[in-house]
């Protein structure tokens, strides 16, 4: 079992900056690949990013590559989200997820944890 907590959500303006973390616990962090997703009201989740167990690949949804990145710290149990030039269409709960197999899922179904969410706001 992996339990994931995700923080850094908030109101902000647009063109402004959140971080994002998810802390996990329960399991060896590194030999699980995350991937952020995000939902807004009366939408399907839908994919902003993942990376592999080392880092070492990642992959963005093409509504936020050069905005938005994605990293982890093994050693600390965390991933992040950096998120740049915030947009009010970025609005959303923001999800964190794991899975046991490496590589980088570009879609949730598969995904064998995630956590309880973080909202964001943007403010146009």
């Known amino acids: 079992q992996v339990q994931l907590v995700e923080s850094g959500g908030g109101l902000v303006q647009a063109g402004g900056s959140l971080r994002l973390s998810c802390a996990a616990s329960g399991r060896t962090f590194s030999w699980y690949a995350v991937g952020w997703f995000r939902q807004a009201p009366g939408k399907e989740r839908e994919f902003v990013a993942a990376?592999?167990?080392?880092?070492?690949?990642?992959a963005y949804a093409d509504s936020v590559k050069g905005r938005f990145t994605i990293s982890r710290d093994n050693a600390k149990g965390t991933a992040y989200l950096q998120m740049n030039s915030l947009k009010p269409e970025d609005t959303a709960v923001y999800y964190c997820?794991?899975?046991?197999?490496?590589?980088?899922?570009?879609?949730?179904?598969?995904?064998?944890?995630w956590g309880q969410g973080t909202q964001v706001t943007v403010s146009s």
């Open positions: 990376i592999s167990w080392s880092g070492g690949s990642t």
């Open positions: 997820e794991a899975r046991r197999i490496n590589g980088v899922f570009t879609t949730s179904t598969g995904y064998d944890y």
